[in-house]
Every structure is written in C-alpha cells, then in structure tokens.
C-alpha cells in the first residue's frame, strides 16, 4: 500500500468517525454503539498511522518502506512486539 492510499484510508475512517458522531446526535445510533465503533475506528486510524511511521523509518535508513506491515491493534495500542 503507497503512503497516499494510506492517507486516503486515513482520510476515510476520519470521516467515519464524524459521521458516527453525527449520527449520535440525531438519534440514530446508541452511545454504546457509538462508543464501540469509534473504538474500532481510532484502533484502525493507530495502526495506519503506526504503519506510515514504520514506512518513514524505512526509509530513512535506506530500506524498502514496501516491507512495512501493518501491525495488530493489540501491539498497537498496548505497545506489544
């Protein structure tokens, strides 16, 4: 995955959160739900995000930033690995 199609996935689940908390607002969605898939959603921005830095990294030290893999939300979020 290039780094322009990362930050357009970056860009998507954005959005998603806005319109998750949109739909709060007017009623649509219950706070639990919403809260579990805002969850879901900030997990998956952190690996994203997680992943670009891994690529920048690469790069800087002369490696092929195409070897980066996205990591699990668990070694993302808790450090793990």
């Given amino acids: 995955m290039a780094d322009r199609d990362i930050h357009q996935h970056i ?3 954005i959005q998603r959160e806005k319109d998750l908390r949109a ?3 007017r009623g649509e969605l219950s706070r639990e739900d919403e809260q579990k898939q ?3 959603t900030e997990v ?3 690996r994203l995000w997680d ?3 891994q690529r920048a990294a ?3 030290f002369g490696e092929n930033a195409n070897e980066a893999q996205m990591r699990s939300g668990k070694t993302v ?3 793990l690995d």
């Fill in 23 to 25: 739909a709060l607002g």
């Fill in 38 to 40: 805002l969850r879901e």
């Fill in 58 to 60: 690469k790069r800087e």
């Fill in 77 to 79: 979020e808790d450090y």
């Fill in 51 to 53: 992943l670009l830095r």
């Fill in 44 to 46: 998956e921005l952190d």
């Fill in 11 to 13: 860009d998507e689940l």
